[in-house]
């Protein structure tokens, strides 16, 4: 890798870690570039626009999580086991500060501003698609199940943001009963 290559690698690094740890607010190209120790100017030398540097910025944040999550793969397992799985995954410190700027991401792409939008799809697609690898089940239901386990475990984010653990946990308990 070139030296500019490697420079831009690690800017990219701190950028993600400053997004990660501040959230989306903190993404002027003043604060960034000051994050990353360098001029807002410079990071305009590395990347075209502002919504480019999101874009890859966002997109390592999201690589970093599914890194992370598949650290924490388990063998597939019946639905009925997967959610209480996700929310315990959820609960994790490492994985809350994702889980947070998750939230945070999906509040700007739910009014369709770009790179926001474009990145929660791809990051909805490939969570789902994690989903799917991790449901013990058939392929027809994997279909059905994987994008359910996916909407069930964002309503479960959440909830536990606003603290609502102990009908969280509730919940929870009905998942025993399911039976797919």
């Not at 990219?12 to 002027?28: D, P, R, V, W, Y």
């Not at 599914?66 to 597939?76: F, G, K, S, Y």
């Not at 209480?84 to 998750?102: E, F, G």
């Amino acid at each position: 890798m070139k030296k500019g290559e490697l420079r831009k690698q690690e800017i990219q690094e701190k950028m993600a870690k400053h997004i990660l740890t501040n959230g989306l607010q903190s993404g002027s190209l003043r604060s960034l570039a000051q994050a990353a120790g360098t001029s807002d100017r410079m990071l305009l030398h590395y990347y075209q626009d502002k919504e480019e540097l999101m874009t890859e910025v966002l997109t390592q944040i999201s690589d970093n999580l599914i890194t992370i999550l598949e650290q924490a793969r388990t063998v597939p397992i019946p639905f009925n086991q997967l959610v209480p799985h996700l929310y315990q995954l959820i609960k994790n410190p490492v994985v809350k500060p994702y889980i947070q700027l998750w939230l945070e991401l999906i509040a700007r792409a739910s009014k369709k501003e770009e790179p926001y939008y474009s990145i929660a799809k791809q990051i909805g697609n490939s969570f789902i698609q994690y989903c799917s690898e991790l449901i013990q089940a058939d392929d027809e239901e994997k279909e059905k199940l994987a994008p359910l386990t996916f909407i069930i475990v964002e309503g479960i984010a959440m909830l536990d943001a606003i603290d609502f653990e102990p009908n969280i946990n509730k919940a929870l308990e009905g998942f025993s009963d399911f039976q797919k």
